[in-house]
Nanobody, 124 residues
């Protein structure tokens, strides 16, 4: 069983940057497909970015492509999301999630481990 803990959220002005981190416990981190999701008030949880076990493959939602970069460090059991050129519509609670089979799914129910979330607020 894995526990995921996000950090790095906060308040930033439009055009600014933030870096989110996800720290995982357990020995199997390097075998998990990892993703970031976000959920804004009154909206469904949506896929942001995903990364394969080795980090060699990544996928992004169209809304963040070219602005966000997902990465992972299996030696440190961590995953990150570098967010640049932030927009007010990026405001949401951001969650990291892990799945044991495959990677890159955009469906939240495919993931078995979730963090508690970290708030990102982008002011205009």
């Amino acid at each position: 069983q894995a526990q995921l803990v996000e950090s790095g959220g906060g308040l930033v002005q439009a055009g600014g940057s933030l870096r989110l981190s996800c720290a995982a416990s357990g020995r199997a981190f390097s075998t998990y497909g990892m993703s970031w999701f976000r959920q804004a008030p009154g909206k469904d949880r949506e896929f942001v970015a995903g990364i394969s076990w080795t980090g060699g493959s990544t996928a992004y939602a169209d809304s963040v492509k070219g602005r966000f970069t997902i990465s992972r460090d299996n030696a440190k059991n961590t995953m990150s999301l570098q967010m640049n050129s932030l927009k007010p519509e990026d405001t949401a609670v951001y969650y990291c999630a892990a799945k044991t089979i495959g990677w890159g799914s955009q469906i939240p129910r495919d993931y078995i481990y979730w963090g508690q979330g970290t708030q990102v607020t982008v002011s205009s």
